[in-house]
């Protein structure tokens, strides 16, 4: 089998997949997800965007497998994507502070005419955050390329109280989810454990 293609420039679903053996290439896909209507159901729109970017790659790789992602946040039904400027990730973590929000995030796997979609959901809870640490916050995270404009990973953890479900899909690649669509297509990522 030709080697897995990341259809993604993410450098934390690099990492996430590095966790394993299995040797694969990141490619960005030319997909324009503001394209993609949103009607209520987060779960829904973020495998009919994850859906697509692999559409949009496998014209250029018929024969290898994919694996494309897409994470929103939501609040209140409202999505939280990438913010689009400074005051913009300001806004959105001043929104979600001292609050209970959702991180949906939707896998693809796809290889030839099978093609493989699910989402998974979690729960993350911030503390209260005030103004300076919001500005403290970003001026050590850039949020430019995180929906919700906040990271999980490392000291971006300061500012959640708790989480409930996959730490890994609030990263952007959740692995149980992604370990299942990869079997449907022959790839057991229990053949790929890396020794730490």
């Not at 929104?95 to 796997?109: M, N, Q």
Request: with cysteine; net charge negative; charged share 25%.
């Amino acid at each position: 089998m030709n080697k897995l293609i990341l259809g993604s420039q993410s450098p934390r679903r690099r990492e996430i997949l590095n966790y394993f053996t299995i040797p694969f290439t990141q490619e960005a896909p030319s997909f324009d997800e503001t394209q993609v209507p949103y009607h209520g159901d987060p779960a829904a729109f973020v495998c009919e965007v994850s859906s697509k970017k692999a559409l949009c790659l496998q014209d250029k790789f018929p024969d290898s497998p994919l694996l494309t992602a897409d994470t929103i946040v939501s609040l209140d039904g409202r999505l939280f994507m990438k913010p689009e400027s400074p005051a913009e990730a300001t806004s959105m973590l001043s929104e979600l502070a001292g609050k209970k929000h959702s991180v949906f995030t939707g896998v693809t796997v796809a290889l030839g005419q099978e093609r493989y979609v699910a989402a998974e959901e979690s729960l993350v809870e911030f503390h209260p955050l005030t103004e300076k640490e919001i500005r403290a916050y970003h001026e050590s995270f850039h949020p430019m390329d995180k929906a919700g404009a906040y990271a999980i990973q490392r000291g971006g953890s300061v500012i959640v109280k708790r989480i409930e479900g996959c730490y890994y899909n609030i990263m952007g690649l959740p692995l149980n989810t992604t370990r299942r669509l990869l079997a449907k297509i022959g790839i057991d990522l229990w053949d790929f454990l890396k020794s730490v």
